[in-house]
């Protein structure tokens, strides 16, 4: 097997899924595999970061562009087949029955459980999304990116996942090994109302530590709130370049996620980890497979709490634990166990 299909439709922001999948096509063509990158969109962002490796092996298909995400998946299911082995690297909303199928989260079950008037809209999706799942549990591979996550693949669809954690570009954080740090915590986030950088304000308020809130500002009217309501020891900044994100890291302590939504894993939090924080999240998700679990919270109203115990606890020896830990979701570990699983076939 010498040709492999590798599937995204939607390759125009430059997520954590697309990101994944473009290190997935690089590792595949340095491997010696000719690879075809099947997408409806594109943009140049994505094009440009494809180009740090070596493209002589890939060729890019693509297909009718489609945006609703319904009438994609009627398309998947009823329209496009592919020849050679291939990848679906989004099967959350691309049923797709590839000899691969990732999944990052399984949302559309949990909503479809709401109320009926919300999940109205969802329930041409579920009808097509049923039809993919009893396939792929039958007769695919199926890949997840967490404990977290095959559970949920068990739960919702009796599917017995094998976990494929996703790469994390650590080869930017290992090199942050600074000991003079500030009691600082940081959360690197986009503005975005779903991010819940609101709780962030509350813990602020009932400590002396700095707090720092870095990241893409997607929402201007959310970020302008949060410039309203914050205190003085929060510090915000908006649209962060590398360099500037760096150094924040480097000197600071604790990390903190106040999402209030089930992540599948939380590179950001690995990020940190490989920089040497110490993460303080809930204990709900993919994190759970990697932070330490008294630095966890069920409720919010313990954040405050373990924040404090990660900053009490900082030193040299939980730096270099939490770096030994973040090691675990390093690019080169990704192509080792991808290729692994790919032999087998």
């Keep these: 097997?010498?040709?492999?299909?590798?599937?995204?439709?939607?390759?125009?922001?430059?997520?954590?899924?697309?990101l994944m999948t473009v290190d997935t096509i690089g590792i595949l063509?340095?491997?010696?595999?000719?690879?075809?990158?099947?997408?409806?969109?594109?943009?140049?962002?994505?094009?440009?970061?494809?180009?740090?490796?070596?493209?002589?092996?890939?060729?890019?298909?693509?297909?009718?562009?489609?945006?609703?995400?319904?009438?994609?998946?009627?398309?998947?299911?009823l329209f496009y087949r592919e020849k050679d082995f291939s990848i679906n690297m989004h099967g959350d909303i691309q049923p797709i029955a590839s000899d691969i199928v990732y999944f990052h989260q399984f949302n559309i079950d949990y909503r479809i459980r709401s109320p009926f008037k919300e999940k109205l809209i969802l329930i041409p999706q579920y009808i097509i999304r049923k039809g993919f799942m009893e396939k792929i549990?039958?007769?695919?591979?199926?890949?997840?990116?967490?404990?977290?996550?095959?559970a949920e693949a068990k739960y919702f669809w009796n599917i017995n996942a094998e976990i494929l954690y996703p790469p994390v570009h650590l080869e930017r954080f290992r090199n942050i090994n600074n000991l003079n740090r500030n009691n600082t915590v940081i959360t690197i986030s986009r503005f975005s109302r779903d991010r819940g950088l609101d709780n962030i304000i509350k813990i602020a308020k009932e400590t002396d530590y700095n707090f720092i809130i870095a990241g893409y500002l997607q929402d201007q009217e959310y970020f302008n709130e949060i410039k309203d309501k914050k205190t003085k020891n929060i510090q915000l900044y908006p649209n962060i370049d590398e360099e500037t994100k760096m150094k924040l890291l480097s000197s600071s302590k604790v990390y903190f996620n106040p999402t209030p939504?089930?992540?599948?894993f939380g590179t950001s939090v690995v990020e940190g980890m490989s920089a040497g924080l110490i993460p303080v999240t809930s204990n709900r998700g993919g994190v759970i497979d990697f932070v330490p679990e008294k630095y966890r919270f069920k409720e919010f109203s313990k954040a405050i709490e373990k924040v404090k115990r990660a900053m009490e606890d900082w030193n040299a020896?939980?730096?270099?634990e939490m770096k030994k830990i973040s090691e675990r979701f390093s690019l080169e570990n990704y192509e080792k166990n991808l290729l692994d699983i790919i032999n087998k076939f």
């Design 1 to 18: 097997m010498k040709n492999i299909s590798v599937i995204l439709f939607d390759a125009t922001v430059l997520g954590g899924i697309q």
């Design 29 to 77: 063509s340095k491997n010696g595999y000719n690879v075809n990158f099947v997408t409806m969109k594109i943009s140049d962002r994505i094009y440009n970061y494809l180009k740090k490796y070596d493209l002589k092996n890939v060729k890019i298909k693509m297909l009718p562009k489609i945006s609703n995400i319904t009438l994609q998946m009627l398309y998947s299911r």
């Design 137 to 150: 549990r039958k007769e695919k591979l199926v890949l997840v990116n967490s404990r977290w996550t095959k």
């Design 261 to 264: 939504y089930i992540e599948g």
């Design 317 to 320: 020896k939980e730096m270099e």
